[in-house]
């Protein structure tokens, strides 16, 4: 294989991993259809959060050293946070 077709194929290949991972992050989210807009953490990592804006998910990323807490909804430090996503409903 010549150094062309090598480079060509490493460029395809890192593009379609890139569309496939964008893609996948897109759809695997969907924001609470009983509530419109709000803060809601990524099921995958606590490092991201999904802003619901009108029924649509934005995916967000806290800042460097930072975790999404599901209970405050913000980012903070990793031992104050509650990782999520996080049951609503009270244990008895």
């Not at 490493?10 to 759809?27: D, P, R």
């Not at 599901?70 to 609503?88: I, R, Y």
């Amino acid at each position: 294989m010549s150094s062309d077709n090598r480079l060509y194929f490493h460029i395809l290949s890192l593009w379609l991993m890139i569309v496939l991972t964008t893609s996948a992050q897109k759809e695997e989210f969907q924001c609470p259809s009983n509530i419109a807009n709000g803060n809601y953490a990524d099921p995958v990592t606590c490092r991201r959060f999904y802003q619901c804006v009108d029924g649509f998910p934005y995916l967000n990323r806290c800042p460097s050293g930072l975790y999404f807490d599901d209970v405050q909804k913000f980012c903070t430090f990793k031992d104050e946070a509650k990782c999520g996503p996080l049951s609503t409903s009270k244990s008895i």
